[in-house]
């Protein structure tokens, strides 16, 4: 036990000759579509008001098929500062099939639209992806695609949809923990052509970003990982051609059984989802959403049962 | 308006107490047609009935000193020797000129607050529903969940004593 050398003062300097080796070795960077992704995870979860039942069913280790049924009001957009809600009731039969290299998924609603999706690796680095949804209303269709290349640590985008609408967006790691991107977009239909820039820093615990666009938006957010069970996230936009301002600060808590979040606003509005797994596959959710200002509340229930 | 009566009375006395007479009928009438039209508002009524209040000591006064006045006539200084006995009525006058304003006073103060106090407590009330309604939604699903984790934390640690306490029971007399 004498014979123990202390250890060598050289360990702490390693992590510095690391810190300047990597330059060459970046990580790979977050797509430019998803840079504030854990924010949105976190402060825009699915809200709905009514009914909500979804039901997988998998029949094979790559496909499965999905029948949903919603019932509840729908909110009608009105030209008035009154909300107008109709009840309505639907229900959406879907098939995934989900391959390593190839996803699609298609989604029927029973009042005729169809929603489609398709991800595939054509080569290693590009990939497609394209979604459409299909209307009977005439002129109400759309479809996008894009193309993806991923480099060693960069990553770009080309993008095209109906309507004239292109798009091209390119996302760089500058340093191990910041990426720097800027996009474009063209669309032709409404004559408008806009530009923007993203920036991202990530460390284990935090994650900031920061976008600016020339359609007249700025948003920052800033999600901390208080620990691996809770998460707090706030969200900051505005908009400085419609002087339009939104802040936003919410909480997620992934525990064993559910999974809630919560998040309050500062037009006034305090909402909360709630995951709560009650068996294996069997998932009850609630909903809540309330607008102090326009005294609008949507509350909501539901049960998602599969995987 | 008792500085106008006093010069009336000084200057004038037969035609003075005609006068009186008719002035008083006329502030009789005014006095109601004042009462009568003040209702709405309140300044109006508060200075109706100041101006009442005053009109009817004064008037009172006056009735007085006129069935009086013949009396008294005579000399100059019972106008004088009036005056103090008039500035002690007029003070008594003054004086409850001087209440009634007070009183006047208190009363817009007690409403001004009552109004204020009624606004503060709408207000507190919409903001306790506010901060209630919040709480609820954010923070008792929050709680609940929280307790349930716990709760599960403990059961899972007791399963786990009992599972050491057992296998380290049952080790030794296998070994």
Redesign the interface.
């Known amino acids: 036990m004498a014979g123990l050398v202390p250890p060598p003062p050289t360990a702490p300097d390693t992590p510095k000759q690391n810190e300047r080796v990597d330059y060459l070795n970046l990580p790979c960077p977050i797509p430019y579509d998803e840079i504030s992704r854990e924010a949105y995870m976190s402060l825009k979860p699915e809200l709905f008001e009514g009914m909500r039942i979804d039901f997988t069913k998998g029949l094979n280790q790559k496909f499965s098929l999905s029948h949903s049924v919603t019932m509840g009001p729908t909110e009608i957009p009105s030209q008035s500062t009154e909300t107008i809600k109709i009840p309505t009731a639907q229900y959406e039969f879907g098939a995934n099939f989900l391959d390593p290299k190839l996803m699609l998924v298609g989604r029927v609603l029973t009042d005729g639209r169809l929603n489609a999706r398709v991800k595939c690796d054509l080569t290693e680095n590009l990939s497609l992806k394209a979604n459409s949804q299909l209307t009977n209303e005439p002129h109400m269709s759309h479809g996008m695609a894009s193309f993806d290349y991923k480099g060693k640590d960069f990553r770009s985008q080309f993008q095209l949809g109906n309507g004239a609408l292109f798009g091209a967006n390119y996302i760089q790691s500058v340093t191990p923990n910041l990426s720097v991107g800027g996009e474009v977009f063209w669309a032709g239909q409404h004559r408008k052509s806009g530009i923007g820039y993203a920036a991202r820093y990530n460390t284990d615990k935090m994650v900031a970003t920061g976008q600016v666009a020339s359609t007249g938006v700025v948003a920052m957010s800033y999600v901390q990982k208080v620990s691996d069970k809770v998460s707090l996230a706030s969200d900051f936009m505005y908009n400085y051609l419609s002087r339009d301002v939104t802040a936003s600060f919410g909480?997620d808590?992934i525990?064993?059984?559910?999974r809630?979040r919560?998040k309050?606003d500062s037009n006034g509005v305090?909402?909360?989802f709630?995951e709560?797994r009650l068996n294996m596959g069997l998932n009850f959710i609630?909903s809540?959403e309330?607008d102090?200002r326009k005294k609008d509340y949507k509350f909501g229930f539901g049960l998602t049962v599969g995987e | 308006m008792s500085l106008h009566f006093q010069n009336h009375k000084d200057s004038k006395r037969k035609t003075l107490t005609l006068q009186q007479r008719v002035t008083t009928c006329r502030f009789h009438s005014h006095l109601h047609k004042q009462k009568a039209k003040a209702k709405s508002r309140r300044e109006r009524e508060r200075a109706t009935t100041t101006h009442t209040e005053t009109h009817t000591h004064e008037e009172l006064f006056f009735s007085l000193s006129v069935m009086a006045s013949p009396a008294r006539k005579g000399g100059v200084s019972l106008p004088e020797r009036r005056n103090p006995k008039k500035d002690d009525g007029g003070d008594g006058v003054i004086a409850r000129i001087s209440q009634s304003q007070i009183l006047a006073r208190g009363k817009q103060v007690t409403s001004d607050a009552g109004y204020v106090a009624k606004k503060l407590l709408k207000s507190t009330g919409k903001a306790a529903w506010?901060f209630g309604?919040?709480f609820l939604?954010?923070v008792v699903?929050?709680i609940i969940?929280?307790d349930?984790?716990q709760q599960?934390t403990e059961l899972e640690l007791q399963q786990a004593n009992i599972l050491g306490t057992s296998a380290g029971g049952s080790a030794p007399p296998a070994k």
């Open positions: 909480y808590y525990l064993r059984q559910c809630l919560g309050i305090a909402a909360a709630l709560e609630l809540a309330i102090h | 506010i309604t919040t939604i954010l699903p929050l969940e929280m349930r984790e599960l």
